[in-house]
Structure formats: C-alpha cells, structure tokens
C-alpha cells in the first residue's frame, strides 16, 4: 500500500484548497480512510474520515467547511479534501491515512493510531 498526497500550498484566510491522496494498491473492502493534521508539539488528529461504505465523520472545527469524498477505481483509491473558508488554525502537515481491513463494526471511527498506513504528508498555511 502506498499513499501520496498532493494539493497543500498556501492560501490567504477565507480562500480554498484541495487535497488529494492516490491509495495504490490499496484493496481493502471494508475499511476507514482520512486526513488527520499535525502541527509541531502537538498530537496528530483526525480532521475528517470516510468509509468503505461511504460514512463520514468530521471533527467539529472544520464542519460546514470541509469535505471529504471517494473515487474508486480499478486497483487504486483517490481520496479528496476540499477545504473552503480556511483559517489560519487550519495551518498544519495534513496527512492522508488508510486503515486496514477492519472486520468489525465500521461505527467506529479510528484514531490516528488505529491507521497503519501513511502517506509523507502536505504542508497546509493559511495567512490572515
């Protein structure tokens, strides 16, 4: 599995980006994919999470604001974010993240440590 972001820059408060992260190989059928963000000193957190059945969980400082979505094609995932009305507590490394297969309930959503799979990350600055 491997996972490469693309879409970060730089962007004045208000303005919008996208996000997108190719999962190859990826063949999971059951599973949790997302964006989490890091800023230094912080811990890594879940900024909007989607699942193999379509079901999405955002945190709540980016709702109405962000949105996440799924292309599922032969062999590989994209993952999308589009990020509208930034702000500048949105500045940080976003990074796109897949579970494994999870045989269990999906109605949980995973924690960053639950995600084995990462890709380098893209670095997000909003100015104000």
């Known amino acids: 599995v491997q996972l490469v972001e693309s879409g970060g820059g730089s962007v004045q408060a208000g303005g919008s980006l996208r996000l997108s992260c190719e999962a190859s190989?990826?063949?999971?059928?059951?599973?949790?994919m997302g964006w989490f963000r890091q800023v230094p000193g912080k811990p890594r957190e879940g900024v909007a999470l989607?699942?193999?059945?379509?079901?999405?969980?955002?945190t709540d400082s980016v709702k109405g604001r962000f949105t996440i979505s799924k292309d599922n094609a032969v062999g590989k995932i994209t993952l999308y974010l589009q990020m509208n009305s930034l702000k500048p507590e949105d500045t940080a490394m976003y990074y796109c993240?897949?579970?494994?297969?999870?045989?269990?309930?999906?109605?949980?959503?995973?924690?960053?440590?639950?995600?084995?799979?990462w890709g380098q990350g893209t670095q997000v600055t909003v100015s104000s």
């Open positions: 989607i699942s193999s059945e379509g079901n999405t969980n955002y």
């Open positions: 190989a990826y063949r999971y059928r059951r599973y949790w």
């Open positions: 993240a897949g579970s494994g297969q999870i045989w269990s309930t999906l109605a949980e959503t995973p924690s960053a440590p639950q995600m084995p799979h």
